[in-house]
C-alpha cells in the first residue's frame, strides 16, 4: 500500500496568494483528516470527513481555509487569501471505520 | 485543563536505556490508545495501537494502559540512537463513523551514543 500521498511536499508563496494542498487517502479508509503542525501550538486538527461528508471543521482557523472531498480517493485543503501565518506543515491522515489515523508525509507551506 | 496531558520534555538519555515516556488524560470516553513517533521533518508514524487496559509488547516497545489510573506509558527498551524523536501519546473514542483523536503535546526524545 502507498500510504497516504500529499501533494506538494514543499509550497512557498507570496502573502495573499492562493495554495492549494493535495491529499489522496489510504484506499478502503473512509476518514480523513487534515491537520496544522507548528512549533508553538503543535498538531492541531482542522477538519475532517466521514464518507466525503465534512463532520467537524471546528479547527478551520477562519474563512480563509476550505477544505472538499468531492470522492473517496482525493481532497483538497485551500487556503485564500494565504497569510504569512499560515505558514506550516500540513498534514493528511486517513483511517478505516474510526480506528487508528495514518498520516502522510505532509506539506510545508511557507508564505512569504 | 487538557484532556491529555505529557511532558513535552526534552529527555536525552544514554544508548542502551530503559526509557518511559507518558500520558495522562481526564476524558473517561477515551477508548482507544496510541502512541506515534515523528521524526524531525516527517510525519508522524503509529507505533503503537492498543483498546485495554493492560500491556502490550512489540520488540523493544512496551505500551502500558490503566484506565482507572488515566494513565499511558510507552517504555523503550535498549533504547538506540536511532530512537531519537518526538513521541505523542494520541487518544479517541472510537466511533464507526470516525472520530477525532486527541493528541498529547509530543515528548522529545533523544538518545546519546
Known amino acids: 500500500d502507498a500510504g497516504v500521498i500529499q501533494s506538494p511536499r514543499h509550497e512557498v508563496t507570496e502573502m495573499g496568494q492562493e495554495v492549494t494542498l493535495r491529499c489522496k487517502p489510504i484506499?478502503?479508509?473512509?476518514?480523513l483528516f487534515w491537520y496544522r503542525q507548528t512549533m508553538m501550538r503543535g498538531l492541531e486538527l482542522l477538519i475532517y470527513?466521514?464518507?466525503?461528508?465534512?463532520?467537524?471543521d471546528s479547527g478551520m482557523p477562519e474563512d480563509r481555509f476550505s477544505a472538499k472531498m468531492p470522492n473517496a480517493s482525493f481532497s483538497t485543503l485551500k487556503i485564500q487569501p494565504s497569510e504569512p501565518r499560515d505558514s506550516a506543515v500540513y498534514f493528511c491522515?486517513?483511517?478505516?471505520?474510526?480506528?487508528?489515523?495514518?498520516f502522510g508525509p505532509g506539506t510545508r507551506l511557507l508564505v512569504l | 485543563q487538557k484532556e491529555v496531558e505529557q511532558d513535552p520534555g526534552p529527555l536525552s538519555v544514554p544508548e542502551g536505556a530503559i526509557v518511559s515516556l507518558n500520558c495522562t488524560y481526564s476524558?473517561?470516553?477515551?477508548?482507544?490508545f496510541m502512541w506515534y513517533r515523528q521524526y524531525s521533518r516527517k510525519g508522524p508514524e503509529l507505533l503503537m495501537y492498543?483498546?485495554?487496559?493492560g500491556n502490550k509488547e512489540d520488540g523493544r516497545f512496551t505500551a502500558q494502559v490503566d484506565k482507572s489510573s488515566k494513565y499511558i506509558s510507552l517504555f523503550i527498551r535498549d533504547s538506540q540512537p536511532s530512537d531519537s524523536a518526538t513521541y505523542l501519546c494520541?487518544?479517541?473514542?472510537?466511533?464507526?463513523?470516525?472520530?477525532?483523536?486527541?493528541f498529547g503535546e509530543g515528548t522529545q526524545l533523544t538518545v546519546n551514543p
Open positions: 492498543t483498546y485495554s487496559s
Open positions: 470527513f466521514n464518507n466525503n461528508v465534512p463532520i467537524d
Open positions: 484506499s478502503g479508509h473512509n476518514s
Open positions: 476524558n473517561s470516553a477515551f477508548q482507544y
Open positions: 491522515a486517513s483511517s478505516h471505520r474510526g480506528e487508528t489515523q495514518y
Open positions: 494520541a487518544m479517541n473514542r472510537h466511533e464507526t463513523s470516525g472520530s477525532r483523536l486527541t
